[in-house]
């Protein structure tokens, strides 16, 4: 016997003239957005106190390939392995990041590092991710090291559907604001780079509080359990929220 969430698979497959397989993105304003990581906009090179133009050009640089890796590399979109994320990190960082790699201790787990729908339960619609993102960076003085800052501040979205089925085909946006540190162990040294303070960050159209690293796509149609004043998916500002609370956005 069907349960209720397949039964609102079935009935919503096809439902949804507004999100269709040719065109994914109709309507939305990530309509607007560039085609992958086209749309990380790397910013004209600055010297930034203790670091040269050149330096700042390959953090930037090096700040897009760990989001392309983490957020755009098919293989990890799908649940696998994410080993281009794992690869573009910096040694020490990388033997974390795989230790950690679906870990059953949520507190340990990794996964979330990444952008991974669970594995066999979703496929993607095309072969295009709209990306709007942007970087700056910053010099600062840590703990008596001398570090270049940058921020990225971003929105993936994904069109998507249950895997092996028409529909329904949702929109799922991943927002994320951070920091990567970047810093060298001794003059003239090679920049070396961690994943620093998490800014924010939030999921549009994905089920409210899993707890294995996965984004689990919203198919119900339904209110996915967030809660309070809805804001806007793409707009520059968004409620805070307490730590295991879920906000509600539209738009997407």
């Keep these: 016997m069907a349960t209720e969430a397949e039964k609102a698979l079935d009935e919503g497959a096809g439902v949804n003239d507004v999100i269709s397989a040719d065109a994914p993105f109709r309507g939305s304003p990530s309509e607007k957005y560039a085609d992958g990581a086209a749309g990380i906009v790397i910013p004209e090179p600055t010297y930034e106190r203790w670091f040269s133009k050149a330096d700042t050009a390959w953090a930037y ?3 897009r390939q760990l989001l392309e890796a983490r957020s755009l590399d098919t293989t990890t979109l799908l649940g696998g392995g ?18 950690g790699l679906d870990h059953k201790d949520d507190d ?15 496929e993607l619609v095309g072969s295009v991710v709209k990306v709007r993102g942007k970087l700056s960076a910053e010099p600062k003085f840590v703990e008596g090291e001398r570090e270049l800052h940058v921020t990225q501040e971003s929105r993936f979205v994904y069109p998507v559907r249950p895997k092996g089925k028409p529909g329904p085909i949702i929109r799922v946006m991943v927002y994320s604001k951070t920091v990567y540190r970047f810093w060298r162990d001794k003059p003239r040294a090679r920049l070396r780079v961690w994943e620093g303070d998490h800014l924010d960050g939030w999921n549009a159209n994905a089920q409210c509080n899993t707890a294995d690293g996965f984004i689990h796509p919203d198919f119900s149609l339904t209110d996915s359990g967030g809660s309070g004043p809805a804001d806007d998916a793409y707009g520059d500002s968004s409620r805070k929220l307490k730590e295991g609370e879920c906000g509600s956005v539209t738009g997407v």
Excluded at 108 to 122: C, D, E, I, M, Q
């Design 61 to 63: 640089k090096k700040t």
């Design 82 to 99: 994410p080993d281009a994320y794992a690869k573009a990190l910096d040694p020490e960082a990388r033997s974390f990041f795989l230790k």
């Design 108 to 122: 340990k787990n990794t996964r979330y590092a990444v952008t991974s729908f669970p594995p066999g339960k979703v």
